[in-house]
């Protein structure tokens, strides 16, 4: 096998590759060898048919499997011996030309192609002990315990019918409801058997506000208007009428908070329920924390890290963050024009962000790399499980496609590995835990992507 270098530019490479006739020739003769001993044909005892009778008669179709596989064992060898990292699989093109092809299947002319790829940058990691990192921290005060608490029994109240009571705030309604816009019906303006809690949202402005004091047995004609930025655009802004029968109007009861209420939640009394609640809130809180620490890691493994990336790498992460904008327009029946962007303006804006996740992938896989931070079998073998626990009934469905579609596993493998990277460079990393207000914590970070 001969290998030359027909062509590098930046990180994209050609390469030629001849593979002999004579060593084609010699691996024909050793699969039809191979085959001697269990292929029947008229006329020859089994095991005793010629080599040459068996060229003449699965020569050729056996020198297309030999192609194949030499095609596959060859480029490997040829990115191992020079010790290429593609980016991805190579593209291998072999010759077109009719007269070219029959004369390497006939053993008669080496086989020659060209492989090209990119190749995975060489990247130097910055100094990860001199990253500094802000961690927002918050306390949990009664306040937002007794918050907690209230909204607790806000979920659990019960509704008694009353046959004679005028609607009010926080009565929950049973209606069936047809909606026009001028005289037509419209998709999804229709209903039965609603179950409606006035003042709680949930359908459109003036919608609710128009059945406060209504009784059961009541028919009401509500008017309302579609908010001008209503996903379905073909709404959007439209004012439109409902027919409404009131089937059924239910006084709220709150469930007092006292030691009774905190048993059926599973305590032993309020005070141990105050205590799981002041609990699950600071974990909550810690968890906001950490989802902020690690957004704030990866803005500074970007910026510290400059280095060309694999266009092919770049585009195939574009063209699937492109199509899921297109399709979550679609789904809410909405344009780039509706977001204020021209397609190329926000084409633009994607593709800094294709850039930054490849970019940020490269780093997170070299640091993982260096330091030897891998995903155990035990590891992908819980996440496996955890996957299967959501579809209850179906868990051997689950782990045959895990083990049958190694694109998945990849899948399942990769924000493992991301969380050990993220624990590895917290821990060199200089990190300072800055007190805020839960108000401050639950805010979005700017330029989040």
């Known amino acids: 096998m001969q290998i030359t270098e027909a062509s590098s530019e930046g990180l994209r490479r050609t390469l030629k590759v001849v593979v002999g006739a004579s060593e084609l020739n010699d691996k024909l003769a050793a699969r039809l060898d191979q085959m001697k001993d269990t292929v029947r044909l008229k006329g020859f005892r089994q095991g005793k048919v010629p080599l040459a009778h068996l060229r003449k008669v699965y020569g050729r179709s056996v020198m297309a499997e030999v192609v194949e596989q030499t095609l596959s064992e060859t480029s490997q060898k040829a990115l191992s011996d020079r010790n290429e990292r593609p980016a991805m699989q190579p593209k291998i093109e072999v010759t077109e030309d009719r007269q070219e092809i029959e004369a390497i299947i006939d053993g008669k002319a080496d086989l020659a192609y060209t492989m090209s ?12 002990a001199t990253l500094t990192l802000k961690r927002p921290v918050a306390e949990v005060s009664d306040e937002a315990t007794e918050k907690a608490l209230a909204e607790l029994a806000e979920r659990n109240v019960t509704y008694t019918a009353a046959a004679d009571r005028a609607a009010q705030d926080g009565d929950r309604l049973t209606i069936d409801f047809v909606g026009r816009i001028g005289d037509e019906a419209f998709e999804g303006g229709t209903g039965e058997d609603m179950q409606l809690v006035l003042g709680a949202g949930g359908f459109i402005p003036g919608f609710s506000e128009g059945l406060i004091g209504v009784k059961a047995g009541e028919e009401r004609s509500v008017t309302a208007n579609f908010p001008a930025e209503y996903q379905e655009r073909t709404l959007a802004g439209k004012e439109a009428v409902f027919a409404v029968k009131v089937k059924e109007v239910a006084e709220p009861s709150k469930p007092a908070v006292d030691d009774d209420f905190a048993k059926t939640l599973g305590a032993e009394d309020l005070s141990a329920l105050r205590t799981m609640i002041k609990a699950r809130l600071g974990e909550e809180y810690e968890q906001i924390g950490r989802s902020k620490l690690k957004r704030r890691m990866f803005d500074a493994l970007d910026k510290a890290h400059t280095f060309s990336l694999p266009p092919t790498l ?14 979550e327009l679609k789904r809410a029946n909405r344009t780039l024009a509706d977001e204020g962007k021209t397609e190329d303006e926000a084409r633009a804006d ?31 073998r819980r996440a496996m499980v955890e996957q299967a626990r959501q579809f209850p009934g179906q868990e051997r469905m689950v782990y045959e496609y895990y083990e049958k579609t190694p694109g ?8 493992l590995l991301e969380e050990k990277v993220v624990n590895f460079v917290v821990e060199l990393a200089k990190v300072e835990d800055v007190p805020v207000s839960v108000e401050e914590l639950v805010k979005p970070d700017e330029d989040a992507d």
């Open 408 to 415: 998945a596993l990849a899948d399942l493998r990769a924000p």
């Open 117 to 128: 790829f990119e190749v995975l940058p060489d990247i130097t990691l910055a100094d990860l």
């Open 314 to 327: 770049v585009d195939n992460e574009f063209e699937g963050i492109w199509k899921q904008v297109q399709e």
């Open 350 to 380: 994607y593709r800094r962000i294709a850039e930054r996740r490849v970019r940020l992938g490269l780093v997170i896989a070299e640091i993982a790399d260096r330091n030897k931070l891998e995903v155990s079998n035990d590891e992908l």
